[in-house]
């Protein structure tokens, strides 16, 4: 299993127990999960569908989408499917 994540710009600072944003908010993150053992979609809000990919160590990373936006995605697998060896 493999948790893959990436940070620039980022810097906190720790006090009391507490953290803190240390300078500029032009923080960004990368996060990348593989050999995921568990995927889950549920209603998230009023408006959004989130996404729940966890592995076998309980590594987890969860999205937040638009039904549009699920919608692409799931046209991007169907594609996918037609087109490639991946799932044979």
């Known amino acids: ?24 908010s032009n923080k960004s993150a990368s996060v990348k999960l593989f050999d995921v053992g568990d995927v889950e979609a549920r209603e ?7 996404l729940a990919f966890e ?3 309980g590594n987890e990373v969860e999205v937040a ?12 697998v169907d594609e996918l499917r037609e087109e490639s060896t991946v799932f044979e």
């Open 1 to 24: 299993m493999m948790l893959s994540l990436s940070l620039s710009d980022f810097m906190v600072e720790l006090k009391d127990g507490a953290l803190k944003n240390v300078g500029p």
């Open 65 to 76: 989408l638009f039904p549009e936006d699920v919608a692409a995605l799931a046209a991007d």
């Open 44 to 50: 998230f809000g009023d408006k959004r569908v989130k």
């Open 55 to 57: 592995d076998d160590e």
